[in-house]
């Protein structure tokens, strides 16, 4: 069904780890990505704070972001959903 196959390209982007979520390199800077925004795999979506690391999260797939479920400067935990992303 169209449902099954909507479903089958969506790509869910979840924290490996618990940290701290940046939408943005630094505070005067643009966002990595915003709703809408076209993206190549391995492209930088945001950065994961986690004991004064940096650790980039990246687009798993080519595709388009759908979602952007979190604020900056949030908190989460290890397996939360950061990101949608539609092929």
């Not at 690391?53 to 990246?58: A, G, P, Q, V, Y």
């Amino acid at each position: 069904s169209d449902t099954d196959r909507e479903r089958s390209d969506l790509y869910e982007v979840k924290a490996p780890i618990s940290g701290m979520c940046y939408r943005a390199p630094g505070e005067a800077e643009p966002p990595f990505v915003e709703k809408g925004t076209r993206v190549k795999k391995g492209q930088t979506l945001m950065i994961l704070e986690v004991m004064k690391m940096m650790n980039e999260i990246t687009a798993p797939v080519d595709g388009v972001i759908e979602e952007i479920l979190f604020e900056n400067e949030q908190k989460v935990e290890a397996g939360y959903l950061l990101f949608t992303l539609r092929q």
